[in-house]
């Protein structure tokens, strides 16, 4: 649905905010803290989830692998999106996976897990292709990648906060504690964003002067009414695989920081509890970094004439070059340098996986962006599904070191395709 820049009937002398737009952003980081707290809460808690209901290391994989295979229908999601608006459709998917969160306490043994992670997959699979549809509607292309990298910084402290909140909860009371409150705390924010988000053509508290940049600053290409593209046609647009590719190859570090470090730590650096809660937090505090060290990169080579795509490929591949540090790891002596690599992994990985996923803004309209976004999170997530299954079933008999090789080669291969895939629009 194409935005209505016309300004809405309203008093006069309505209050107006400058810069409306940061507001609409900061909300949604809000969102995106939540969102990842909940998917992170597991991964913590696992080593004392696996000893309480004895479940495998296999069996963990299918928990995960069952979260990431709901996360899949991004596309269905975004396509709900873009037809919903995200006033009410966000507010939906957020509703749903709060209360999801919350029903975790219920879980008894793999198979409820599992199917409890399904569908929290589904319904938090919206965060992304939501994201990148607010920043298309509510930002000019030149603050797409600042804007998208401050709200990424909410799925990096949403995981930043897990640590510290399971281990308050294991010692207040039991792991379940966790997703009571993580489940909580989202049903709060779909009140304030129900109250606060519209769109830019219907929001009271929009000026005119911010509303004439947001509109000056859309790419001439974007023709306003178009129609939204059916997926089928959309998936046949190279420039949606030369972004879902890479994430496919991306996205698996993800995975492995989420759901498999503090099992890592604990089983093969001795750690304990506490200091899981110490230490795991560490490298999604360097992601944070990273998601606005990649837009800071692109900011940089355009002032120096390099073009906006151009620029973006520059900034995956940078982080792609970084992350070759992941694939030392597994072979560090010292637990405290194989932390410091997990960060270095971290900050890569958010400096690459920002670029790439912003660039969905950057190719499709308003009308199709949350659909292409859902599209390549499909993508994204497969290459954790995948990774996380095979990781489960050898883990045991071959240990950690050859998956962090593999994590440090794999965007090396995603930034050669995201060179020689992506078109850039006219």
Same mark, same amino acid.
């Given at each position: ?124 699979? %919206?965060?992304?292709? @939501? +994201?990148? *549809? ?7 292309? !030149?603050? #797409?990648? /600042?804007? $998208? ?70 790419? %001439?290409?974007?023709? @306003? +009414?178009? *129609? ?7 998936? !046949?647009? #190279?420039? /949606?695989? $030369? ?75 940078? +982080? ?107």
């Amino acid at each position: 649905m194409a935005d209505d820049w016309s300004a809405p009937a309203e008093p006069a002398k309505r209050f107006r905010f400058r810069h409306l737009r940061w507001t609409i952003i900061g909300l949604f980081v809000g969102a995106m803290v939540l969102n990842y707290l909940a998917r992170s809460v597991l991964g913590v808690a696992a080593p004392v989830i696996l000893s309480e209901q004895a479940i495998s290391s296999e069996q963990y994989s299918w928990i995960t692998g069952a979260f990431q295979l709901g996360v899949m229908l991004q596309p269905l999601i975004g396509y709900f999106l873009d037809g919903t608006g995200l006033r009410l459709g966000f507010a939906l998917c957020a509703a749903l996976w709060s209360i999801i969160t919350m029903a975790h306490v219920l879980a008894t043994g793999w198979v409820s897990f599992a199917g409890l992670r399904f569908a929290l997959g589904f319904a938090e699979g %919206s965060a992304q292709p @939501a +994201g990148q *549809k607010l920043i298309t509607e509510w930002f000019p292309a !030149r603050e #797409r990648g /600042l804007a $998208g990298g401050i709200y990424n910084i909410g799925a990096s402290f949403g995981a930043v906060l897990a640590p510290p909140l399971v281990a308050w909860a294991v010692l207040t009371q039991s792991w379940r504690l966790a997703f009571l409150v993580t489940g909580a705390c989202g049903l709060i924010w779909c009140v304030a964003w129900l109250i606060w988000y519209r769109p830019p053509g219907e929001h009271r508290r929009l000026g005119v002067e911010e509303r004439a940049y947001i509109h000056a600053g859309k790419e %001439s290409w974007r023709a @306003a +009414g178009r *129609k939204r593209t059916p997926i089928l046609q959309l998936i !046949r647009r #190279r420039e /949606l695989w $030369g972004i879902a590719l890479p994430r496919m190859l991306a996205d698996p570090v993800w995975g492995m920081l989420s759901f498999w470090m503090p099992l890592y730590l604990a089983k093969v650096r001795g750690f304990d509890l506490a200091q899981i809660a110490i230490f795991a937090w560490l490298p999604f505090l360097a992601a944070d970094l990273g998601c606005l060290f990649g837009p800071a990169v692109v900011a940089h080579l355009q002032r120096r004439g390099v073009d906006l795509i151009d620029a973006r490929r520059w900034a995956f591949t940078i +982080g792609a070059v970084l992350m070759t540090g992941m694939a030392f790891v597994g072979l560090a002596s010292n637990p405290y340098v194989a932390i410091a690599l997990l960060c270095l992994g971290g900050f890569a990985h958010q400096t690459l996986s920002v670029t790439v996923i912003t660039m969905a803004s950057d190719l499709f309209g308003a009308e199709e962006v949350a659909t292409a976004a859902g599209l390549a999170g499909l993508a994204g997530n497969f290459g954790i599904l995948a990774f996380t299954l095979v990781l489960g079933q050898i883990v045991d008999q071959v240990g950690y070191v050859p998956f962090f090789i593999v994590l440090g080669v794999l965007d090396l291969a995603g930034a050669a395709l995201l060179w020689s895939l992506v078109r850039k629009p006219t």
